[in-house]
């Protein structure tokens, strides 16, 4: 790369970053449904056709967010799984809802754009199918190594179920149990359901020690799947 391509790539990567940051304060100020392109290059200073030739449309800037949201709150959790991948599973399970808990109460927004209400309109692309994936695919080895190690109890599956988690083992989940596939469909669902109602204001006059009461529920939903209780 010359000299010159080097220097123009620098510029579009700074650019681009600009532009997301601007976005994102944005969705702070407007939410994610009154995003508009031309606002943006507006306070960058600007002309919307310099903006389209980085963004061409609204929802390729949304879909650029909502990729960088979920890579960074996956980052977050393997992070937080590497500092303690020696340890039990159920302490790894804990690590990483702990560190999805903190990520979104340090990025209310950004959580907001990811897990709250769908924008009107907007219909998000394959492109954001793994990156969404990154804190469901730590919990699912948290308790694959569980089932290799022999320490995992397979959770109760009713009958009606038992065709459902077995298409859940056939798509995502490996050589687990279809019960423990169901559960932990179940728990990844009810881990966003905690946040949600702690970051959305649900626990309001209910739950004063969030921190403690969060992680005695993730705690029990680590039990459901099986998750040995060490």
Not at 10 to 27: C, G, M, P, Y
């Amino acid at each position: 790369m010359s000299t010159t391509q080097g220097a123009r790539a620098r510029a579009r990567i700074e650019v681009t970053a600009a532009i997301k940051d601007e976005a994102r304060r944005q969705l702070a100020a407007e939410g994610a449904s009154k995003l508009s392109l031309r606002a943006v290059a507006r306070e960058l200073g600007m002309v919307s056709s310099a903006l389209y030739r980085y963004f061409p449309s609204r929802d390729e800037l949304l879909t650029a967010l909502i990729i960088d949201a979920y890579d960074s709150v996956g980052e977050a959790a393997e992070v937080a799984h590497a500092e303690v991948a020696d340890a039990g599973s159920l302490r790894r399970w804990i690590a990483v809802c702990e560190a999805v808990r903190g990520w979104a109460l340090a990025h209310p927004h950004e959580y907001a754009l990811i897990y709250g209400s769908p924008v009107p309109g907007y219909v998000a692309p394959e492109t954001t199918v793994p990156p969404a994936a990154r804190v469901a695919l730590l919990l699912i080895g948290i308790a694959r190594d569980a089932h290799r190690a022999g320490t995992l109890s397979e959770p109760p599956l009713p009958a009606d179920l038992r065709p459902e988690g077995e298409r859940m083992v056939s798509d995502f989940a490996g050589d687990l149990p279809p019960a423990v596939a169901v559960a932990l469909v179940a728990a990844w669902a009810e881990l966003y359901g905690l946040v949600s109602f702690e970051l959305f204001g649900q626990f309001r006059r209910v739950v004063e020690d969030r921190e403690f009461f969060f992680r005695h529920a993730v705690r029990r939903l680590a039990l459901g799947v099986g998750l040995a209780d060490v």
